[in-house]
């Protein structure tokens, strides 16, 4: 039987024992999209997962914000962090892979590097003038990174270069922005810029009532392939974020759906081998997780 362009990828990743880095913008993004992937390849390669935006920060919040808090049930952000944190570190480590939680603002709670002019007063009453993204309708969700935010892009750059050392060896997995939420998108022009080889992976469950960015997707000759292995524990996994799981999934279920990756047609120039010489251990490899 012939084996589909994707499983072939993905076994000759593994064989090559390159490390793999997954970029998850958010403390559950890279399982909701990826798990089943990570279940299967998790104790079979070097796999790292960076969860980038990992903090909240003290109020005044925003309305957005607020609301969102009041959707986890809690009042205090950094607490809600805290525990997302803790979730993460617990599905990560089922699966067998390395962990970095980045310590970056979270979009909702992410403020401008200076105030703007003429509005330090009137902030703590209305902390949208304080704020990168004033709303999550308007602002956060609608696909667009915010020129204020090139730092927080070199940041996540810079968080690439560390932890995937070098450019000639190494895979990058990263979200494809489906839905729009500027933390994806901005972690999708991190990976794109990056230098390295980048398979994007599908934002789930937002794939499931929007469209990719036909341009981006254009622009790199990317097609799409389904991976269907690992499902089987995906929705135990997910339900492992408990304080975002019944948000999501109100109804206590989780559809089983394919994982959708999306790589360029001929992919033979994307993995060189890891260099023999020295030789690292394999328990040496991907150290475990730092927050």
């Not at 607020?66 to 990560?92: I, P």
């Not at 690439?160 to 997995?173: K, Q, S, Y």
Request: aromatic share 6%; glycine share 8%; charged share 25%.
């Amino acid at each position: 039987m012939a084996v589909d362009p994707l499983t072939r990828f993905v076994r000759t990743v593994v064989g090559s024992d390159v490390p793999i880095l997954v970029l998850s913008p958010h403390l559950d993004d890279a399982v909701l999209s990826c798990g089943g992937l990570l279940g299967w390849g998790g104790r079979r390669a070097p796999v790292t997962v960076a969860s980038l935006f990992t903090e909240a920060a003290p109020p005044p919040h925003t309305l957005s914000a607020r609301q969102y808090l009041k959707q986890t049930g809690t009042e205090d952000a950094e607490e809600l962090y805290a525990e997302r944190r803790a979730e993460d570190l617990r599905v990560l480590e089922l699966l067998e892979v390395g962990w970095r939680h980045v310590g970056l603002v979270d979009g909702l709670f992410r403020r401008l590097p200076r105030p703007r002019p003429g509005t330090t007063r009137l902030s703590g009453l209305l902390p949208e003038l304080a704020h990168v993204y004033p709303t999550y309708r308007l602002h956060l969700s609608r696909g667009r990174v915010s020129p204020y935010d090139e730092e927080t892009l070199r940041a996540v750059g810079a968080t690439i270069d560390a932890l995937l050392p070098g450019t000639d060896c190494g895979l990058v997995l990263a979200p494809l922005g489906v839905g729009g939420h500027a933390d994806h998108v901005l972690v999708r022009t991190a990976a794109e810029r990056c230098g390295r080889p980048v398979v994007y992976y599908s934002d789930f469950p937002y794939n499931q009532h929007a469209d990719p960015d036909a341009r981006f997707t254009t622009r790199h000759g990317l097609i799409a392939r389904d991976w269907e292995r690992g499902l089987d524990r995906k929705a135990d996994l997910i339900r492992g974020y408990g304080t975002q799981a019944r948000a999501m999934f109100p109804e206590g279920r989780v559809p089983r759906r394919p994982e959708v990756y999306l790589l360029p047609e001929s992919t033979e120039a994307m993995v060189r081998p890891r260099p023999t010489s020295p030789a690292p251990t394999r328990s040496a490899r991907t150290p475990r997780g730092v927050s």
